[in-house]
């Protein structure tokens, strides 16, 4: 099992992700892309791919065209899942796919 991020981390973490945003609810972050066309959009995800491959830790994400939402969260960390530093470190490479 993974360590779930105490409420204290996560908000040091999301300080540092200012445009990422927050869901309570899943205990997740999320954040939307847009690129100029769909060939840029799927060349970010394709980065995005390899490294999560890599990590062994995988996004839940959604393209339509030139659009990528992306959404990260650990489901197996605590009891029912929740954001741990994983997700934090796969946030932190995705912005580097930039």
Request: glycine letters at 4%.
């Amino acid at each position: 099992m993974v360590a779930q991020l105490s409420d204290g981390e996560r908000e040091a973490a999301l300080a540092e992700l200012s445009d990422w945003q927050y869901d309570a609810k899943r205990d997740a972050i999320s954040r939307s892309f847009k690129f100029d066309d769909f060939t840029e959009a799927f060349a970010f995800m394709t980065r995005v791919a390899l490294h999560a491959e890599k990590a062994d830790h995988h996004p839940e994400w959604f393209n339509v065209y030139n659009k990528v939402d992306i959404t990260l969260t650990t489901h197996d960390a605590g009891e029912n899942g929740g954001l741990s530093q994983r997700d934090l470190d796969l946030a932190n490479v995705i912005e580097s796919c930039l």
